[in-house]
């Protein structure tokens, strides 16, 4: 046997060897594409961590590309979509908004943040009897949202059922007792069905709040005026001037107070605009056994605690792109086949 025939016969594989080779090869494949299955996870994972940093910071419209880019790696992530129906709806493009609020909620229909943004998208575009039952979708996930039942609140005044307005916002105001808008706009409510001693207290809630709203001091003196107290309204119309000396509705109530002329004839319909809806939704928890104390409502339904929302996982590998597994794949195949090879000799 010459020495080239010897060297050719070392290298050939010994069948049992060979078999181990392929077994062996066949698992290292397989781990692999387990490990580029978690890395695209993460992938969507890490945009979408972006796009609530970037929500956070007021960056909405970063905020909605950030989201795209989850929703391309993984198009199943309902919280990406809710996310970029919330920042869709600070950017006030309420019916694209709407659409990803829509696709979230057929991925997960109880998805809250994407309930919540649906009821917001359609408050916002004036679908006031679709926004009060959207609200009441959302509740069954979520109970202790004060702005939400703000909004809701807001939706029924459009629609003229100012018993549900009030009952709205006062849950509004018990979940969250500096509620601005909330106290606001129960006030506004109460000034609208004559109830103009209740709207004071809730105006009086909201100058102890903050005495820096010009809308709040008129309001306040539109309650008083209803009172028929002209020198307290003329005080609160002189402070909203002050603080706004462009606020023309205050500065036409500031003359009518001097000249005391009857301020409301008949039912008033105040201008509303929609609480800002925030990135994510952070309930206050009210223990069950606190007792829920509203102004004026029947229906009111004792306040319970939510069940708590499950977090998405999220894996811990490193991010890798598409070609970079490719090409460590090929390698490591290559190394692999050469290492087996030389253990054979």
């Known amino acids: 046997m010459t020495k080239k025939e010897y060297i050719h016969l070392l290298l050939q594989p010994i069948p049992c060897m060979q078999n181990r080779l392929i ?34 910071l007021g960056n909405y419209e970063a905020a909605v590309g950030y989201y795209d880019k989850a929703i391309a790696a993984d198009k199943n992530y309902a919280d990406a979509y809710a996310g970029k129906a919330i920042a869709l709806n600070n950017l006030m493009k309420f019916n694209e908004s709407l659409i990803a609020a829509n696709t979230a909620l057929s991925i997960n229909s109880k998805n809250p943040d994407a309930l919540n943004a ?95 709203n010009a809308e709040i001091w008129n309001n306040k003196g539109l309650a008083y005026a209803g009172l ?42 105040p201008k509303v605009s929609p609480s800002p809806l925030i990135t994510a939704i952070t309930p206050t928890m009210v223990p069950t056994t606190s007792p829920v104390t509203v102004v004026v409502t029947e229906s009111t339904q004792i306040i319970r605690t939510p069940e708590q929302a499950s977090a998405r996982t999220k894996t811990t590998y490193a991010s890798l792109s598409p070609i970079t597994l490719i090409s460590g794949l090929l390698i490591g195949s290559g190394i692999f086949m050469i290492v087996s090879k030389r253990r054979m000799l």
Not at 27 to 54: G, M, P, Q
Not at 118 to 123: D, G, M, T
Not at 164 to 172: G, H, L, M, N, V
Request: aromatic share 14%.
């Open 118 to 212: 649906r009821a917001y998208s359609l408050l916002s575009l004036g679908q006031y009897e679709n926004a009060t039952t959207a609200y009441d979708v959302f509740f069954t996930v979520r109970l202790n949202v004060a702005d939400a039942y703000c909004n809701q609140g807001k939706a029924f005044r459009h629609l003229n059922q100012s018993e549900k307005a009030i009952a709205a916002f006062d849950r509004c105001v018990w979940l969250d007792s500096l509620n601005l808008d909330g106290w606001n706009q129960k006030g506004l409510e109460l000034l609208s069905v004559g109830r103009y001693a209740d709207a004071l207290e809730a105006f009086n809630r909201c100058t102890q709040i903050t005495t820096k």
């Open 23 to 56: 077994t062996s090869f066949v698992i290292f494949l397989i781990s692999l594409s387990i490990v580029v299955s978690a890395v695209h996870a993460e992938d969507a994972s890490d945009w979408y961590d972006r796009a609530k940093n970037e929500a956070t």
């Open 228 to 269: 028929e107290d002209y020198s307290n309204a003329l005080d609160c119309f002189k402070m909203a001037v002050y603080l706004d000396p462009t606020y023309s509705d205050a500065k036409t109530n500031l003359d009518k107070a001097y000249e005391r002329k009857p301020f409301f004839a008949t039912r008033t319909a």
